[in-house]
Each structure stands twice: as structure tokens, then as C-alpha cells.
């Protein structure tokens, strides 16, 4: 399948999948100049944390928008 991505309250999103037909989600942003990029997984396992050097985690409300958007695009 051909990847996907969108934008959700200001973090890309990008759904991949392998040739084995696994999926993977990543969450990026770009604050201050710094990237900071994870896995949709570790987003919601640490709380939205992943930005934690910019002070800045991610809301409960983002982190369900971007799944949802996920799990409706094949996650």
C-alpha cells in the first residue's frame, strides 16, 4: 500500500506500511527548530512525552485524533 500522511493540530502524521503488510504511525513537529519525531505507539504508552525536551507533550485530545485518523486509514 502507498503511505499516508496528514495533519493533526499542527503534528504530521505518517501512516507506513512494510512489505510484509505491517503498519507503522509517526508522529512529528518541528518546535524551535528541532525536529522531534516517535511511533504513535510510544506517543501513548509515555503520555504524548516524546517532545519532553521542548516541554511541550502532546494533548489527550491530539493523541485520539491522530489514532482515530490511523485506525481509519488501515492502522
Known amino acids: 500500500m502507498k503511505d499516508k ?3 493533526i493540530n499542527g503534528y ?4 507506513c506500511w512494510t512489505d510484509a503488510g505491517t ?3 509517526y508522529v512529528s513537529r518541528t518546535i524551535g527548530g ?3 519525531c ?3 505507539d510510544a506517543v501513548m504508552c509515555y503520555g504524548g512525552e516524546f517532545e ?3 516541554n ?3 494533548s489527550d485530545t491530539t493523541i ?3 489514532e482515530a485518523w490511523a485506525l481509519a486509514n488501515g492502522y
Do not use: D, F, N
Request: with cysteine.
Open 5 to 7: 500522511s496528514t495533519q
Open 12 to 15: 504530521h502524521v505518517k501512516l
Open 23 to 25: 503498519t507503522y504511525c
Open 34 to 36: 528541532t525536529y522531534y
Open 38 to 40: 516517535s511511533s504513535l
Open 52 to 54: 519532553e525536551g521542548a
Open 56 to 58: 511541550k507533550p502532546i
Open 64 to 66: 485520539h485524533k491522530i
